[in-house]
């Protein structure tokens, strides 16, 4: 873990070095550029078009008082989503009803971060100059501390402050992700979600890979996380069936706007015959009718794929040698329904279906 940097990239980095995230991208150009494309990144109403249409229908909204801050814009302005320090601050997390809450290291430039057999260790900068001070032999970062002892880091813990759950004004939980998923060092949060890719994690000690920080998920770059998701398929003595198994330790999607469905088709003699479709939903709202989040005091309907879920689901259609089954497993980012309501209805991406798993199967 050392480096040798000349006198002079030492001293322009400290002249230019502010607390400003951008700071982060001369060194750690590869997750900075991955980060841009992530819904963390993106988490702000200036950003998201589904946060700000959700936002600009809350009845808060009138009396001007942004409420999401805490989890969408951490930074205390509406316009500026998570950043680099958001997480890398995060000490604990304290556990309340409503949710949960972070609690952030108030040292300037100590950094949390997770490295296997590193987790007894606090790597403070250094410097040991040689060549009569030409060149400076370093450990660490010269830009800030790192301290890899904090265990929420290794567990996916350090994502429950805002992942776990909230509850509207009330009491009703609107969204939750089960801890299960936050507890062990081998598959958690982070190990899916921010898998190992090629690539160095920081411009000055090359490494070949570093955790993936556009942070896989339902708005970007599914296919990471597909592997995840097992479509399995049987011949019955009457029709056949599909089993949908979800590996992760939460609903296979978590927030109640999104609709999973499973479309199947037939192609039988150069014919193509549309099968039902079976669609996945966790609704919430009031009065049996689905509501606006705020509103909410039941849920209204709940057939969502669950956690470590196999879901079998029956077809009654005879099948023939030389038939082909194609099944298609994916999800609307907003439901269908809702969209008009939200005034997103023209926002193709929102409103189309991606495609999460495509699956063949043939009869022999
Ligand atoms: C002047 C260069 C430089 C700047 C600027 C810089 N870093 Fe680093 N950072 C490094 C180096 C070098 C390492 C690797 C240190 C080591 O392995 O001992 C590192 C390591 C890290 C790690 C821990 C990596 C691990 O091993 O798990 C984190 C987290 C991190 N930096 C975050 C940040 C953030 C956030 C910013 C912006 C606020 C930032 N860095 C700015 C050079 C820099
Ligand atoms: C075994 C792998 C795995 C683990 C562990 C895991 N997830 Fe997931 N996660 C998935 C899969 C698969 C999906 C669904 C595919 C997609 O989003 O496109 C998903 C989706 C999500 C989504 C998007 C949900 C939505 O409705 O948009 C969030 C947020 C998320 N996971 C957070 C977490 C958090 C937080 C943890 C830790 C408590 C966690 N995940 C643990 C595999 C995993
Ligand atoms: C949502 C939380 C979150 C955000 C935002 C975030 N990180 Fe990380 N980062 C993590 C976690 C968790 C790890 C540890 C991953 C692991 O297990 O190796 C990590 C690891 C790292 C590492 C070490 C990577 C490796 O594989 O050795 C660096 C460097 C880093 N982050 C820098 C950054 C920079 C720079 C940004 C902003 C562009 C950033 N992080 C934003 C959570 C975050
Ligand atoms: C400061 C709060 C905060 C922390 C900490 C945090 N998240 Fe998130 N995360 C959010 C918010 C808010 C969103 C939704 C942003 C949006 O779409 O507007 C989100 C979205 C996501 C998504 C969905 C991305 C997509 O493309 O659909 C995944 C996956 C995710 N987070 C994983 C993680 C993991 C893994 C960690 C821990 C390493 C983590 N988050 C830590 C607040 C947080
Ligand atoms: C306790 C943390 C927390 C608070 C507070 C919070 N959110 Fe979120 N929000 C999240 C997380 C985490 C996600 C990621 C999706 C998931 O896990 O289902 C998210 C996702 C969303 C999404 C889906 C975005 C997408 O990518 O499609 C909307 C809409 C949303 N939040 C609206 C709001 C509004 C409006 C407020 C304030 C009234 C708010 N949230 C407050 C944590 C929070």
Same mark, same amino acid.
């Given at each position: 873990m050392r480096l040798v940097l000349s006198l002079f990239t030492l001293l322009t980095l400290q002249l230019s070095a502010t607390d400003d995230i951008t700071t982060c991208k001369s060194c750690h150009p590869t997750i900075y550029n991955e980060f841009q494309t992530s819904f963390h990144k993106n988490s702000s109403i200036k950003d998201d078009k589904v946060h700000a249409a959700v936002w600009n229908r809350h009845p808060a909204k009138a009396k001007g008082k942004y409420k999401c801050a805490k989890c969408h814009t951490p930074n205390n302005s509406s316009h500026e989503g998570i950043t680099c320090i958001t997480c890398h601050t995060i000490t604990a997390i304290e556990n309340h009803p409503k949710a949960n809450k972070n609690i952030y290291e108030s040292k300037a430039k100590t950094f949390y971060s997770a490295e296997k057999g590193m987790e007894d260790k606090k790597v403070i900068y250094h410097e040991k100059s040689s060549w009569f001070g030409l060149v400076k032999e370093t450990t660490g970062s010269p830009y800030h501390d790192i301290d890899y002892t904090n265990e929420n880091f290794y567990t996916g813990k350090v994502c429950m402050g805002c992942h776990s759950h909230k509850h509207n004004g009330k009491g009703f939980s609107v969204c939750q992700t089960d801890k /299960?998923? /936050?507890?062990?060092k081998e598959s958690n949060c982070i190990t899916c979600h921010m898998p190992k890719v090629k690539g160095s994690a920081t411009s000055i000690r090359q490494s070949k890979t570093h955790a993936f920080h556009g942070f896989a998920g339902a708005r970007n770059q599914p296919e990471m996380l597909k592997k995840y998701v097992e479509v399995d398929f049987k011949k019955e003595l009457k029709g056949f069936t599909i089993t949908v198994e979800n590996k992760a330790p939460h609903n296979l999607l978590t927030h109640p706007l999104r609709v999973v469905q499973l479309k199947t088709t037939l192609k039988r003699a150069g014919k193509t015959e549309a099968l039902k479709t079976e669609t996945f939903v966790k609704v919430i709202g009031t009065n049996n009718k689905p509501s606006m989040p705020w509103l909410a005091t039941q849920v209204v309907k709940d057939n969502m794929i669950k956690a470590k879920e196999k879901r079998v689901l029956s077809f009654d259609k005879e099948l023939k040698s030389g038939d082909e089954i194609e099944s298609i497993l994916g999800y609307y980012i907003v439901n269908p329904k809702a969209a008009a309501k939200l005034g997103l209805e023209k926002e193709k991406k929102l409103t189309s279906f991606t495609v999460l798993k495509h699956s063949y199967f043939k009869i022999p």
């Open positions: /299960a998923g /936050a507890e062990s």
